[in-house]
């Protein structure tokens, strides 16, 4: 009889226990204050839910999260960066430190003895190699990642602008060849570009600079050549540049056809659309660095050497001849770099 009323008295005691200890987990899915439901990451802040696993690595620092972010995980000898409001910390590397992510950004991860940026709003820091440290994003910004010990930047050529410049020195060396028979004019007070419609039609002008002291293979940075204005002209004009494709260019002659009958470069520059020339103005050509190029890294070519540019078109633009002044014949203007 006394063994009977024991046991329900015992199942009592142990079912009033077992209710006990089991009231100590949380099963409605709400975040505890004390123990909480585990997350992802490290710690969460104050109400935050603590994260299963928030330890860090094997040397590591548990980082903290904000409010609804995840903080995350730090490797070997690593600190992990603490997450923003609703951003995702990066996880550091071997002794690395990860970057703290800002309001809905992505902090990078640094990789072994780097730092990873932070990221801002909305932004992806990016991750670090080794030894390099990582820019921060701006606002929905990307950040570029670090190489080995720093990126270094592109190197320029890193050489010493060189200019030059020739002027015609020469009657004939600027000169006017008619298109219909090939007749030569070499000593003409003016230049007309496209048409001399007073005395020879259209026409091919050629310009011949001798001595330009260019080294081989030297790269060409600009070059231009720059006209005195003779007569005011406002007629739809466009012209196109050759230049020789000679290692030191000869003099001009009398013979026919002696100007367009020269090889010319594969290189050419369209002057379209030339403005208006006022008297006296001083105008310079578009840039003519490709035709020179071409020139001075011929095999053969003699420094210092004669380049002709050989100029066709239609229109009509007048510029002074060496007759006329030699201050204000054709100048050609040349940047270089040594090779």
Not at 35 to 63: D, E, F, L, R, W
Request: proline share 4%; hydrophobic share 40%; aromatic share 6%.
């Amino acid at each position: 009889m006394r063994r009977k009323l024991l046991a329900p008295f015992i199942a009592v005691v142990l079912c009033v226990a077992c209710t006990k200890d089991y009231d100590q987990f949380d099963l409605t899915g709400g975040p505890d204050p004390d123990a909480g439901v585990g997350g992802a990451g490290g710690a969460s802040g104050s109400g935050g839910a603590k994260a299963t696993g928030g330890a860090s690595g094997t040397g590591g620092t548990k980082a903290t999260g904000g409010a609804s972010g995840k903080a995350g995980a730090g490797g070997t000898g690593g600190v992990a960066g603490a997450g923003g409001t609703g951003g995702v910390a990066g996880s550091s590397g071997t002794g690395g430190v990860a970057g703290s992510s800002g309001t809905g950004g992505v902090a990078g991860s640094s990789g072994t003895g780097g730092v990873a940026g932070s990221s801002g709003t909305g932004g992806v820091a990016g991750s670090s190699g080794t030894g390099g440290v990582a820019g921060s994003s701006g606002t929905g910004g990307a950040a570029g990642s670090a190489g080995t010990a720093g990126a270094a930047g592109t190197a320029g050529t890193g050489g010493t602008i060189v200019t030059v410049e020739v002027r015609i020195s020469a009657g004939n060396d600027d000169i006017e060849q008619r298109t219909t028979d090939g007749a030569m004019y070499l000593d003409s007070t003016d230049l007309e570009l496209g048409d001399d419609m007073a005395y020879f039609g259209e026409q091919s002008v050629g310009l011949r600079f001798p001595a330009v002291a260019i080294p081989k293979d030297a790269v060409i940075a600009a070059a231009y050549v720059e006209f005195e204005v003779d007569e005011a002209s406002n007629d739809a004009t466009s012209v196109l540049f050759h230049g020789q494709d000679a290692n030191n260019a000869p003099a001009f002659t009398n013979a026919a056809w002696n100007l367009t009958s020269r090889p010319t470069t594969t290189a050419s520059v369209a002057w379209d659309n030339i403005p208006a020339w006022v008297v006296n103005a001083k105008v310079q050509s578009p840039g003519l660095a490709p035709i020179v190029q071409e020139i001075v890294n011929r095999g053969g070519w003699a420094n210092p050497g004669a380049i002709v540019f050989v100029i066709s078109g239609t229109g009509r633009r007048v510029a002074k001849a060496f007759e006329t002044s030699a201050q204000a014949a054709p100048l050609l203007h040349v940047e270089y770099v040594a090779p």
